[in-house]
Structure formats: C-alpha cells, structure tokens
T-cell receptor
C-alpha cells in the first residue's frame, strides 16, 4: 500500500520568500510522484512529476521538486513566492509498474502568500 | 489546449435519489478515473476504467456506484441512492498512457 504525508496543512510565506512544501511518501515499489495545485473553486492542475528520470524535476510557474529515495521525500520548492501562488498543493504517488495507475494523495498544504 | 470537462458544476439532490455526474475526457485518452474529495479531506480514488471495463476500484466504490462510457466521448458516474456522506467534490481524470492524469474542474455534489 502507498501513502503520502504532507507536513503542514497550512504554510504562510512572504512575497519574494522561498516556498518549501514537504512531501514524504511510502511505497513498496518504485514510485512515480506528482505535485498538483488547486486554485479556489477549480480542479487539480499538474505542476510537475517524477517518473524515474532526473531526480530534480522542474515544473510550471517556477516550481521544482527533488526526488530523494534515501529520505523518501519529494519536497516542492520555489525560490521566490508570488501572490498568484496562493493555492492548495497536493502531493500524490502511484506505482511505476503497469496496470495500477490510481493516485494516492496527501491531505494537501494550503499556501498563503503575504504581501 | 485540450481539457477534461465536467457537468454539472454543482448538483443538489435529496437523500435516496439517483444522480449522474458527467465527464468528457480528453479525446484521445484511454484511461479514465473518478476521484472524490470530501470537504476538508484528501482526494480519494474511486475507480479507473479502461477498454470499456473497470480496471481498479477502491473500497468506497460499492454497489451504489457505477460507471459507464455510453458513447465515444462521455464518461459517467452514477450513484443509485445517495447518502448524506456522498456529499463531496467529484473529479474526473483521464490519461493517454497511464503516466500523467489530467483532472476536470469537478462537480460539487450536495446531498440534503
């Protein structure tokens, strides 16, 4: 069984400050990992994904994440927060093997950006 | 850019009524999913559908739920007899290869 833990249900940063959203996963097989963002009253938009290629993954809107197998982590970072980054962020995991494509999500982290 | 669409955006129903939530996946995608998010909780997998049959389902997806792809474009989730605890946001997703899932905007279901 897989699971995802997102530390911090709510994170506040100042505009221009570093954004760090934490995600740890548990998986019995090599995982694929994803970060999705949800803006108010909208669906889930893919930010970036790790699918066993480069461990440092760059996504949209200046976000990146690093897969660290030894730490079972996939933390999301952005060097400089923008007001438009305020949203809820979800980390998700799935098996890398064929046939099991369901995503297991974390509880989400709501990011607030203070002007 | 192609996107997943869902209708309606908000559905209000009485307990015990049947509801059908509709999704139009991205046109060349082959795998289809339903997830739900109860207010304040995590997004949970319900069911996946490939080649006109269910490929995986969670323990949430009991006999009250069914899915169908009635034509080449729509993908529906039916709840036969809604309960209060079915109130949630329901998301449809689709993917071509099983790699990246693209989500629709969701249908908010309110059961009174």
């Amino acid at each position: 069984a897989q699971s995802v833990t997102q530390l911090g249900s709510h994170v506040s940063v100042s505009e221009g400050a570093l954004v760090l959203l934490r995600c740890n996963y548990s998986s019995s097989v090599p995982p694929y990992l994803f970060w999705y963002v949800q803006y108010p009253n909208q669906g889930l938009q893919l930010l970036l994904k790790y699918t066993s290629a480069a461990t440092l993954v760059k996504g949209i809107n200046g976000f990146e994440a690093e897969f660290k197998k030894s730490e079972t982590s996939f933390h999301l970072t952005k060097p400089s927060a923008h007001m438009s980054d305020a949203a809820e962020y979800f980390c998700a995991v799935r098996d890398s093997g064929a046939g099991s494509y369901q995503l297991t999500f974390g509880k989400g982290t709501k990011l607030s950006v203070i002007p | 850019e192609p996107e997943v669409t869902q209708t309606p955006s908000h559905q209000v129903t009485q307990m015990g009524q049947e509801v059908i939530l509709r999704c139009v996946p991205i046109s060349n995608h082959l795998y289809f999913y339903w997830y739900r998010q109860i207010l304040g909780q995590k997004v949970e997998f319900l069911v996946s559908f490939y080649n006109n049959e269910i490929s995986e389902k969670s323990e949430i997806f009991d006999d009250q739920f069914s899915v169908e792809r009635p034509d080449g474009s729509n993908f529906t989730l039916k709840i036969r007899s809604t309960k209060l605890e079915d109130s949630a946001m329901y998301f449809c997703a689709s993917t071509l290869t099983g790699d990246t899932q693209y989500f629709g905007p969701g249908t908010r279901l309110t059961v009174l």
